[in-house]
């Protein structure tokens, strides 16, 4: 025997269910992204109104850097995206942030510390500066060598690497991607404030205003062996005071550390800190940066993945406690 047929406000019930459970299962992956990490996006709008506002008052006018910066705030409060966009959005706002915060540099930020670095290198290594004396000793004008090559390729992974070990943290551990996301905005953002506060010539651009010996920007020489594309690179760079503390040094140490957390509990894995040691002496040897600046971008990296991983550790216990 068939069972009767459920009376039609039974029905009518069962068909909203029906029609509602997807509408909120919809709502859910529309806000996915901020769920997962609120934070970022919360510093992500913050950011957006300060700056605008602070460009603003100071007679500079809005860039496209700041209309684009708006647009995707606004598209992280209204549009229904998918997931993958909420979690990859961050990465966009740090490059819309790294192009504002040069233009701020350049016309309300102090100016920068030229002297003063080289001081204090010269008091941590006995009167010698580290890019200058390395140079001289490794390093003929016009000539390029393997490790030229090589190091210079580990100092301009800085591009790509964060978005190659987000996507590895994406793939294999996505519960944990939020926190890669929020350390890599922490740090950067951490950096370009200090950058805004205070400039400070590279040694590079230190030599060439006649502060230092000749430094040649051998990461740039090779690059122009690329059909010329150092002069493309050189001139496009919105922080060439940028130098305090050595975002390029805080990168790789993130990357680092999440490797360690989260990568096969091998004692092989501790090869992988041969990357940040590698782009560390390549900052200095390049001409990019002082030993301040390393240690700095050293200190940055891990204490961004400290307070990080403190403040998931503390909600983790809040929910379960």
């Given at each position: 025997?068939h ?8 029905r ?8 509602s459970?997807?509408?909120r ?18 510093v ?65 930020g102090?100016?920068a ?6 001081g204090?290198?010269?008091a ?13 000793r490794?390093?003929?004008?016009g ?11 580990a100092?301009?992974s ?44 590279p ?9 230092l ?26 922080e060439?005071?940028?130098?305090m ?17 989260l ?6 894995m ?5 990357y ?8 200095l ?37």
């Open positions: 025997m069972a009767p047929p459920a009376p039609a406000p039974a009518a019930r069962a068909g909203q269910l029906e029609v459970r997807p509408r299962d919809g709502e859910r992956r529309r806000w996915l992204g901020i769920r997962r990490h609120p934070g970022v996006y919360a992500m709008a913050a950011y957006a109104v300060a700056s605008t506002a602070l460009m603003a008052t100071h007679t500079v006018g809005i860039t496209a850097e700041h209309a684009l910066l708006l647009l995707i705030v606004v598209l992280a409060a209204v549009a229904p995206m998918r997931a993958l966009v909420w979690d990859w959005m961050p990465f966009l706002f740090v490059a819309v942030m790294f192009e504002d915060f040069g233009s701020m540099a350049a016309t309300i102090p100016q510390h030229v002297l003063q670095p080289i204090l290198e010269r941590l290594l006995g009167g010698n500066v580290a890019t200058v004396w390395l140079q001289q490794m390093h003929a004008p000539t390029l060598t393997a490790y030229d090559w090589t190091l210079s390729a100092y301009l800085h591009f790509a690497a964060p978005v190659v070990a987000g996507l590895w943290v994406w793939l294999r551990h996505r519960p944990r991607f939020g926190a890669y996301v929020s350390v890599f905005v922490l740090v950067m953002a951490s950096g370009f404030l200090v950058h805004l506060l205070y400039p400070q010539t040694p590079w651009l230190a030599a060439r205003q006649g502060a010996p000749p430094v040649e920007r051998i990461d740039v020489t090779v690059l122009d062996r690329i059909v010329g594309f150092g002069r493309l690179y050189s001139g496009a760079d919105p060439p005071n940028g130098a503390p050595s975002l390029h040094v805080a990168l790789p140490v993130m990357i680092v550390c999440f490797a360690l957390w990568g096969p509990r091998r004692r092989a501790w090869l992988l800190l041969l940040p040691l590698t782009v560390c002496f390549a900052t040897y390049l001409g990019e940066h002082y030993l301040a600046d390393v240690l700095a971008g050293i200190a940055l990296g891990l204490l961004c993945f400290a307070v990080v991983r403190l403040a998931g550790s503390r909600r983790r216990a809040a929910r379960t406690g």
